[in-house]
């Protein structure tokens, strides 16, 4: 097959297009999702307030994402990444010597998504955030 | 074999009862088991750090069960909190079986 | 397979297209943020300064790192906070490690690893014969000449660690290759590859790094393509990369067979490039996407 410069460039505006899209084959099902947020809630409602999630607007790299959550009183932070194969990223529990319920690591995440962090409080209730993080493709073998 | 060390930050001197940051880094590659060979086409099989925890003189400071969505060379930071000067453990567990762990000593000043 | 396919035709597209935008534009466009500084362990980092004068494409020269997002430089701060890190500590164990025939190790010949200050900021560098040689090039003959011992894969985890031990102890110091007597030959070898046109994008080093170092090629900001923070550990990877493995991959992204590493054409480019950053700070190991 001869390709143009024309065709090259055809091609490339549908694959922009395409790119901008989650990947609907690599993630995890919604019922694999709601799984885990089940385990972790036992059904409850989480509130929207009480959860700070700190991210990149957009990611550099989707192979090395630094994250942050904190959650004032919480005993336990889940965290989740829908659009991942296995939607689970970390589980932290807060011991007695804990100097505030909070943790930053780095994550991999497949392609642009709501990044999720579910916080157990001590009274047993539920506080939730959300954080979209674009996953971009760079243009150097990225 | 492989040739793991990790590596844990804490402040030289601390107040008691105030928090502070601990840093830790450890090197290891995060196998996630959702990689293939691509010579083979074969899943690649998971292999990571599946947990993490922090102890100050037999007291809980951070526990993290560790997914593979965490990346090559895991990187973890958190607060903790002392009353007196003692050692930190920290702990980190393998898929393999195996368990690594650093202490840090922590001085009340 | 599919996507892999349309990634590539994407990023050919993407580079097409910036060759065909691409009308040469002076050289102050597009300078990085510039109020971002650099302190590795508290120690500041020389991450910008005028070109040196044989490079008359450039009247500044940057590091990579004022491009980069603050997450990313953020990681280059502190060694705790530094992934590539890991590698450069197997590296330091690595030198008092006795390997070979001979019994030795590299400490034995060099003493304290401390002593390597300064050697970062020479290379590439003209051997005793007169050819030009990489870092990787004197631990290779250190290692088969010296300790009897088999030689390292160019960008294997075992060399790269070695370089970025020995890099580290230069950190802050600036750039210093040198690119007259004996040298000027193969600088002169580097200075055309960079200015020829490679692959089927026909895209030369210039077209990218001196043309359009500040822009977006498709969502990475492109750099002027300096050389001072390797070995850089890369977020994609989660691996130390080496100079020569990273010009391969610029190669490879104009669509043309590329040079081994270690070649004689690839080790003329890299004394020519890190010439072009005479003047900024080692950086150790660097972070980047």
């Known amino acids: ?142 | 074999m492989k040739d793991i060390r990790p590596r844990v930050k804490v402040p030289a001197t601390v107040k008691a009862g105030e928090a502070f940051t601990v840093k830790t880094l450890i090197n290891h590659p995060m196998v996630s088991g959702f990689g293939k060979d691509k010579k083979t086409g074969k899943t690649i099989p998971r292999e990571i750090i599946n947990h993490f925890s922090c102890d100050f003189e037999g007291q809980n400071v951070i526990a993290m069960e560790l997914d593979p969505a965490i990346s090559a060379n895991p990187y973890i930071q958190f607060q903790a909190k002392v009353d007196k000067s003692g050692t930190m453990t920290f702990t980190w567990k393998d898929d393999d079986g195996s368990v690594y762990t650093k202490t840090a000593p922590v001085k009340v000043g | ?289």
């Open chain 1, 1 to 142: 097959m001869n390709l143009t410069r024309r065709d090259v460039m055809a091609l490339g505006a549908g694959g922009a297009a395409l790119a901008m899209l989650p990947l609907p084959a690599s993630a995890a099902d919604q019922a694999a999702i709601d799984a885990a947020i089940q385990k972790f809630t036992g059904g409850a409602k989480p509130k929207t307030s009480g959860v700070k999630l700190t991210a990149p607007e957009i990611a550099e790299n989707g192979n090395t994402v630094p994250v942050e959550v904190e959650a004032d009183g919480a005993t336990e932070i889940l965290v989740i990444a829908p659009n991942n194969p296995l939607p689970e990223v970390f589980k932290a529990s807060f011991g007695p010597l804990s100097g505030g319920s909070s943790a930053s690591t780095r994550i991999r995440l497949a392609g642009t998504q709501d990044l999720t962090a579910i916080a157990k409080m001590k009274d047993g209730s539920f506080a939730m955030a959300k954080r979209t993080v674009k996953v971009t493709i760079g243009g150097c073998g990225g």
């Open chain 3, 1 to 289: 397979m599919k996507r892999t396919q349309l990634k590539t035709v994407l990023a050919v597209a993407a580079v097409a297209a910036l060759a065909l935008a691409g009308v040469a534009r002076a050289d102050e466009a597009m300078a990085p943020d510039m109020s971002k500084v650099l302190e590795i362990n508290g120690e500041k980092m020389i991450t910008h300064t005028k070109a040196p004068k044989n490079i008359p494409g450039l009247s500044e020269i940057y590091s990579g790192w004022l491009f980069r997002s603050p997450s990313t430089q953020q990681m280059e701060t502190d060694d705790i906070d530094n992934p590539g890190m890991t590698g450069e500590a197997m590296g330091e164990t690595e030198w008092t490690n006795v390997d070979g025939t001979e019994g030795k190790s590299c400490a034995s010949c060099h003493g304290d690893l401390a002593k390597m200050k300064g050697v970062r900021t020479h290379m590439p560098k003209v051997n005793k014969d007169g050819v030009l040689w990489s870092m990787e090039n004197y631990i290779n003959d250190c290692r088969t000449n010296r300790m009897g011992a088999k030689p390292w894969k160019w960008s294997g985890a075992d060399m790269q660690d070695m370089v970025a031990a020995i890099s580290v102890q230069s950190r802050g110091m600036p750039m210093d290759v040198q690119t007259d007597g004996p040298a000027a030959k193969y600088w002169k070898e580097g200075e055309k590859m960079y200015y020829t046109r490679y692959g089927q994008l026909q895209l030369s080093c210039a077209n990218c790094h001196e043309d359009h170092y500040g822009d977006n090629i498709r969502a990475d900001h492109l750099s002027q393509g300096q050389i001072n923070g390797f070995p850089t550990y890369r977020l994609k990877t989660g691996k130390l990369t080496s100079i020569q493995n990273r010009f391969k991959g610029c190669i490879r992204d104009t669509r043309a067979h590329t040079y081994a590493e270690g070649s004689p054409e690839l080790t003329a480019l890299e004394l020519y490039v890190a010439s072009r950053g005479n003047g900024l700070s080692v950086e150790g190991v660097a972070v980047r996407p």
